[in-house]
């Protein structure tokens, strides 16, 4: 049997994360959980030259820091409205 590489590790540690995500009921938790599977995937992708799995998980980690920077802009700028 061969040893896994710490590549395959990654790529595991990857699925797991994209999967935890998926079951959080918190749009923040699993965007953020999200984000690092995705990232964790675009590494993974990168290091066996898998283009495509490494280009839409960047592009889907891009996304999910879009919506979260806007859902931390929509909470500040609700703090900071007059009442």
Do not use: Q
Not at 9 to 30: C, F, H, P, T
Not at 33 to 46: E, H, K
Not at 48 to 60: D, K, L, Q, R, Y
């Amino acid at each position: 049997m061969e040893a896994v590489n710490t590549i395959e590790i990654i790529g595991y540690a990857a699925s797991v994360m994209v999967a935890i995500s998926l079951m959080m009921k918190d749009i923040i938790w699993l965007r953020c959980l999200n984000f690092t599977g995705c990232s964790l995937f675009v590494i993974y992708g990168a290091s066996i030259e898998a283009w495509p799995v490494a280009g839409m998980n960047a592009f889907v980690a891009c996304i999910n820091v879009y919506h979260l920077l806007k859902i931390y802009r929509n909470r500040h700028s609700g703090e900071l409205a007059p009442e």
